[in-house]
T-cell receptor
Framework: DTGVSQNPRHKITKRGQNVTFRCDPI?????LYWYRQTLGQGPEFLTYFQNEAQLEKSRLLSDRFSAERPKGSFSTLEIQRTEQGDSAMYLC???????????FGPGTRLTVL | AQTVTQSQPEMSVQEAETVTLSCTYDTSESDYYLFWYKQPPSRQMILVIR??????QNATENRFSVNFQKAAKSFSLKISDSQLGDAAMYFC??????????FGKGTKLTVNP
């Protein structure tokens, strides 16, 4: 296991379409986090899981966003009815829990036309 | 709520010289952690250094060290003997009361040969 992986790396979609991203964490990590990073900004927290339980969600996570982590392994982030403002890099990270280091994946870059 | 401020959007340094990146933060938590993350162009974010707020001693990792001023809520990063591979975006982040990381907007570091 070489690190956190994310798929796809790039996604271009039309406004109004649904998209789903996948994150595979480091295998022994029970925490999984999603962040969103727009151009010129630092990452912003979206949500995190401890095993399969979603423990915290940001106000940034509107009703169009949903995240799951079935069986406490990989996670998916779905955005319904995408808007141009959803264009961003979506980052996934995993850890053994605070205060341990969060290991980041390469991100999925979403472009909404 | 936690906030992190990086007042230097861009910095440059000559190879082999020393540079200091600034970060201030605000938190109401008594127990918290501070981090510097590095994000090279088109590559994933990696942890550079971490500081536990309860520790008075400043953290060091090889050429990287911090100046942690708890009363002033300041957490600067010093890079000694700068190398071309140090060129990247550097993000200061805090973690406290929750497992989420709160990031600053970042500082773009250029290393000139």
């Amino acid at each position: 296991d070489t690190g956190v992986s994310q798929n796809p790396r790039h996604k271009i979609t039309k406004r109004g379409q649904n998209v789903t991203f996948r994150c595979d964490p480091i295998s022994e990590h029970n925490r999984l986090y999603w962040y969103r990073q727009t151009l010129g900004q630092g990452p912003e927290f979206l949500t995190y899981f401890q095993n399969e339980a979603q423990l915290e969600k940001s106000r940034l996570l509107s009703d169009r966003f949903s995240a799951e982590r079935p069986k406490g392994s990989f996670s998916t982030l779905e955005i319904q009815r995408t808007e141009q403002g959803d264009s961003a890099m979506y980052l996934c990270a995993s850890s053994l829990g605070a205060p341990n280091e969060q290991f980041f994946g390469p991100g999925t870059r979403l472009t909404v036309l | 709520a936690q906030t992190v401020t990086q007042s230097q959007p861009e910095m440059s340094v000559q190879e082999a010289e020393t540079v200091t990146l600034s970060c201030t933060y605000d938190t109401s938590e008594s127990d918290y952690y501070l981090f510097w993350y590095k994000q090279p162009p088109s590559r994933q974010m990696i942890l550079v250094i971490r500081q536990e707020a309860y520790k008075q001693q400043n953290a060091t990792e090889n050429r990287f060290s911090v100046n942690f001023q708890k009363a002033a809520k300041s957490f600067s990063l010093k890079i000694s003997d700068s190398q071309l591979g140090d060129a990247a975006m550097y993000f200061c982040a805090s973690q406290g009361g929750s497992e989420k990381l709160v990031f600053g907007k970042g500082t773009k570091l250029t290393v000139n040969p």
